[in-house]
């Protein structure tokens, strides 16, 4: 199995920041992650995921010259139209909604790696709450997944992962 050298996330909320750096192969250290969680909270105090996608564009983006756009796929229609309407000007230019239905089909067909949106309580948590994670390699209907920034890869199951 393959190993990912990653920085651990220092924050509760740094998994995004972590995921947005991962996919894009740039190193992140500790100031990085606190740097952009804290623009990204600022930016947008409704929306983490807006705030926090915006000033890692902003940084990294700018610094290297990027022009696209990131993708975002979400799987529920309600919190797709509520992202959508909250996105700013600006956000508009640097972000891509779009509501895709997160199943195993789906996931089997997606270049990988692939960040996702899932519930933290179903990678061992005692609670139910948001998490990124990065989905980095599979292997028929399992798949290696690199969660809470640090090293070691977990296996799991699709249909757990995203209840379907």
């Known amino acids: 199995m393959k190993r990912f050298s990653v920085s ?4 509760g909320q740094g998994c995004l920041v972590r995921c947005l750096y991962f996919l894009n192969k740039i190193p992140c250290s500790v100031i990085m992650e606190r740097s952009v969680l804290i623009k990204g909270l600022f930016l947008d105090r409704d929306s983490y995921v807006l705030g926090v996608t ?3 564009m902003q940084k990294e983006g700018a610094l290297r010259g990027q022009t696209g756009k990131i993708g975002l796929l979400v799987d529920n229609v309600h919190y797709t139209n509520e992202l959508e309407s909250r996105q700013l000007l600006k956000t508009r230019q640097l972000l891509k909604i779009q509501h895709q239905p997160i199943t195993t089909q789906f996931l089997q067909q997606t270049s990988l790696p692939v960040a996702l949106y899932v519930d933290r309580h179903d990678f061992g948590a005692y609670s139910h709450y948001p998490h990124f994670v990065v989905l980095v390699d599979r292997f028929g209907e399992r798949f290696s997944v690199l969660t809470r920034g640090r090293e070691d890869i977990k296996v799991g199951q699709f249909r757990s992962l ?3």
């Open 8 to 11: 651990k996330q220092v924050s």
């Open 54 to 56: 915006q000033a890692f």
């Open 162 to 164: 995203i209840g379907h």
